[in-house]
């Protein structure tokens, strides 16, 4: 099975750096991802780690620790247009579907 | 890039109606989802297939049925539409495992049952 740990909520302000935090379990590892999900909207793929280390992408990074059963995405120069959820979905190395939890809510404020 | 189409958007249905929803990528990937989201929770696999002909529950199957005769398309369907499966329906396909696991989706439709 999974577990997965992220804040249900966040608040930032425009232009500010947000970090968003992850910790989870699973039976085997086989990398995470990160997806952005607005409003009403289906999910699309952020990034994926599946060494240790940060992966920087514009004003998107990912870092991953395999040893901690921990990530975090980092935001920098946060826009309005951030507002979204953002979903930490790790990879299992059995042959199971991805798990989606309910991911953290994002809201930027002037 | 890859294309998720999903057939509608918003759909409207009653009450007892069999309802087909109808997903098809372009990318000629081997898996197949279909999820379901709620306001307030995560979205929540109902059905998936790793190959044509193949399909898998799973964990909220009850109620619904999956057809997956070509590779690409993937359907939905509800046999006796009831209120409580009003919800946002997504479609996603990805490729194999690993990085080729990632799900591209649909653009989701928004089933009214009533």
């Known amino acids: 099975g999974q577990n997965i740990d992220q804040p249900t909520e966040m608040t930032a302000t425009e232009g500010a750096i947000v970090q968003i935090n992850c910790t989870y379990q699973?039976?085997?590892?086989?990398?995470l991802f990160w997806y952005q999900q607005h409003a009403g909207e289906a999910p699309t793929f952020l990034s994926y780690n599946v060494l240790d280390g940060l992966e920087e992408k514009g004003r998107f990074s990912s870092f991953l620790s395999r040893s901690k059963g921990y990530s975090y995405l980092l935001l920098k120069e946060l826009q309005m247009k951030d507002s979204a959820s953002y979903l930490c979905?790790?990879?299992?190395?059995?042959?199971?579907?991805?798990?989606f939890g309910k991911g953290t809510r994002l809201s930027v404020i002037a | 890039d890859v294309k998720v189409t999903q057939s509608s958007r918003y759909l409207v249905k009653r009450t007892g109606e069999k309802v087909f929803l109808e997903c098809v990528q372009d990318m000629d990937h081997e898996n197949m989802f279909w999820y379901r989201q709620d306001p307030g929770l995560g979205l929540r696999l109902i059905y998936f297939?790793?190959?044509?002909?193949?399909?898998e529950k799973g964990d909220i199957p009850e109620g619904y049925s999956v057809s997956r005769e070509k590779k690409e398309r993937f359907s939905l369907i509800l046999e006796s539409a009831s209120t409580n499966q009003t919800s946002m329906y997504l479609c996603a396909s990805s490729l194999n495992r690993g990085l080729d696991e990632k799900l591209f989706f649909g653009s989701g439709t928004q089933l009214s049952v009533l």
């Open positions: 699973t039976s085997g590892f086989n990398g």
């Open positions: 297939s790793y190959d044509v002909k193949m399909k």
């Open positions: 979905v790790p990879v299992d190395s059995g042959n199971t579907p991805l798990v």
